[in-house]
């Protein structure tokens, strides 16, 4: 079954980059990686999302690992906005599903 | 462009009630979603559907029941209410398919007594 890891928390400071870790071993060859975030009382937004190479738009990148069993989204400047649930998202391929991981909450510091 | 609706926002209920929670896009999106988040967890699938007449389970489809009648709506109906369907309930649409970045309404947060 696809399952997303990803760490409770982190912490950054305004206008620092941000890169936030993703682990999806049971990753198959057409499984897409997505990530939303949250804010609090709110229901997700959608940021990024790829496949095998890198990915950029104007809120963040993605970076894929070669095989593809874990990846990382950066926030080039995080601002206080960016202070958010972040969760890693495993598309299942050849399905409909998409399995979310439980997230990690961003603080970003004055 | 009202985006995902969701209404209630808030419901209380007692053990067995019933209760159909609504979902509503404008955005003509063929695929829609519910998802119920808890405490300290992700998100997690309920129900699909890939278009009109027709609907899937997900992950967690026990206890609910759903239906596509037309493209805009896409209602959660809990047929007998229990305590552990409190919840905060999520839709979500997209265009065409899990794949494509999804939208998301503010939820329904349900309380189970």
């Known amino acids: 079954d696809a399952k997303t890891t990803q760490p409770n928390s982190m912490e950054s400071n305004e206008e620092e980059p941000v890169h936030l870790p993703c682990n999806h071993s049971t990753i198959s060859g057409t499984d897409y990686i997505h990530w939303y975030r949250q804010l609090p009382s709110q229901g997700p937004e959608y940021v990024i999302h790829?496949?095998?190479s890198n990915v950029n738009n104007r809120m963040a990148s993605l970076a894929i690992a070669e095989d593809r069993k874990s990846s990382t989204l950066i926030l080039h400047r995080a601002t206080l906005r960016d202070a958010a649930v972040y969760y890693c998202?495993?598309?299942?391929?050849?399905?409909?599903?998409?399995?979310f991981g439980k997230g990690t909450k961003l603080t970003v510091n004055p | 462009n009202a985006g995902v609706t969701q209404t209630p926002k808030f419901q209380v209920l007692k053990t067995g009630q019933s209760m159909t929670l609504q979902c509503a896009q404008d955005?003509?999106?063929?695929?829609m979603s519910w998802y119920r988040q808890d405490p300290g967890m992700g998100l997690r699938l309920i129900h699909y559907s890939v278009g009109a007449g027709i609907t899937d389970q997900g992950e967690v489809p026990n206890g609910y029941n759903v239906s596509r009648s037309t493209t805009e709506d896409f209602p959660l109906r809990l047929l007998s209410a229990a305590p552990s369907q409190t919840s905060v309930y999520f839709c979500?649409?997209?265009?065409?398919?899990?794949?494509?970045?999804?939208?998301f309404g503010d939820g329904t947060r349900l309380s189970i007594l």
């Open positions: 998202v495993q598309h299942q391929g050849g399905s409909e599903k998409l399995v």
């Open positions: 955005m003509n999106h063929e695929y």
């Open positions: 790829g496949l095998t």
């Open positions: 979500a649409s997209s265009r065409q398919g899990a794949r494509q970045p999804q939208h």
